[in-house]
């Protein structure tokens, strides 16, 4: 489903029945297939674990008539763009969708962090995970400069595990999306009140509202579902739509 909204802030003090309302309209049909999952001891069965290289998925290429192809590179936008957010919960593709970003358009991206240090003027999508994480607790002052955002959300099923695995990274010095984390260590992370699967749903729910929220009118606002990305039938269409939003940009031309 294609849904886009209008800028608009976020209601004040939405209840606890609002929040859990507005969220399961977005992710009521993710979540609804099997959560009962993540309470086994190994959360991994159902999904192979698919480790990214950066840099090879990061080069783009256009086809030649002869059958060859020329590799090019995303590059920052020669002129001042609109930022569009790219917000996801943890653990949902964020870097996949940001290099799938480039690809589609030929121009670099960033994150809310601006770890790249290409700042937010020259580029087509800035990642977040926003309200999950705060870059810096900056977010509301660089919220202001964005008035559209595209939200992919996945099933937390897949989600929360992918999260736990990212995190044992970062707490073991590792690269990101190069390990999963020992059995024993997930069921630690998942029975600790302060990481287990019911604080995990919760930020999920915050996640989806606050979007949902942000964009209440819907036309600025693009959602896409992880799974149809990662599809091989629904995949084309589900970037496609991607390329369609970003492409409505002044300067980007998918």
Known sequence: ????????????????????????????LLAALGAASLFYDDPFDAEESIIVDDHD???????????????????????????????????????MTWTLVEALTGIRTNNDYDSQGRGYERVVAVKTHYPVKSAKRKFKELDEKFDRAM????????????????QYEHANHLPNHSTRG?????????????????????????FVTYWMERYPSRSRLLLVSYEDLTCEAG????????ADFLGEIEGVDP
């Not at 959300?153 to 990212?166: E, G, T």
């Not at 260590?185 to 930020?203: C, E, F, H, N």
Request: net charge positive; glycine share 8%.
């Open 151 to 166: 939200v992919i959300l996945r099933n937390p099923i897949n989600a929360i595990p992918s999260y736990f695995n990212l």
């Open 182 to 206: 020992p059995t024993e260590d997930w069921i630690k992370y998942r029975d600790d009140p302060g990481t287990s699967v019911a604080y995990q749903l919760d930020s999920y729910e915050k």
């Open 57 to 95: 998925r990061r080069s783009l290429s256009t086809a030649l008539p002869d059958g060859g192809c020329q590799v090019t590179y995303a590059r920052l936008s020669e002129a001042p763009i609109p930022p569009t957010w790219q917000a996801s919960f943890p653990g949902s593709g964020a870097r």
């Open 235 to 242: 995949g084309p269409t589900a970037a496609g739509r991607i």
């Open 1 to 28: 489903m294609n849904v886009r909204s209008e800028r608009g802030a976020p209601a004040k003090g939405p209840s606890r029945r609002r929040r859990r309302a507005v969220a399961a309209a977005a992710s009521f």
